[in-house]
Nanobody, 123 residues
Framework: QVQLVESGGGLVQAGGSLRLSCAASGRTFSSYGMGWFRQAPGKEREFVAAISWSGGSTYIADSVKGRFTISRENAKNTVYLQLNSLQPEDTAVYYC????????????????WGQGTQVTVSS
């Protein structure tokens, strides 16, 4: 099993930045593809970004491409999501997830989920 804990969320003004972290434990971190999803109240969970086992490939949703980046540091069992140029529309709970696949953009293909961290962007 894999346990995931997100951190780094908070309140930021439009145009600001946050760096989210996801700490993993329980299995070999480098064996899992990692992803970030977000969910606003009343909306479906939305894919944001994914990174392959080795970190050599990243995949960013069109809605945030150019503003968000994903990275991982396997030695620390941690994946990051850098959020820049934040907009009020980015307000959501951000979830970290792990998949036994190299990577995925699909909610159903992720096996483990964190509890989420709230990101709130004010205008």
């Amino acid at each position: 099993q894999v346990q995931l804990v997100e951190s780094g969320g908070g309140l930021v003004q439009a145009g600001g930045s946050l760096r989210l972290s996801c700490a993993a434990s329980g299995r070999t971190f480098s064996s899992y593809g990692m992803g970030w999803f977000r969910q606003a109240p009343g909306k479906e969970r939305e894919f944001v970004a994914a990174i392959s086992w080795s970190g050599g490939s990243t995949y960013i949703a069109d809605s945030v491409k150019g503003r968000f980046t994903i990275s991982r540091e396997n030695a620390k069992n941690t994946v990051y999501l850098q959020l820049n140029s934040l907009q009020p529309e980015d307000t959501a709970v951000y979830y970290c997830a792990a998949t036994a696949r190299r990577w995925s953009t699909r909610y159903s293909e992720y096996d483990y989920w964190g509890q989420g961290t709230q990101v709130t962007v004010s205008s």
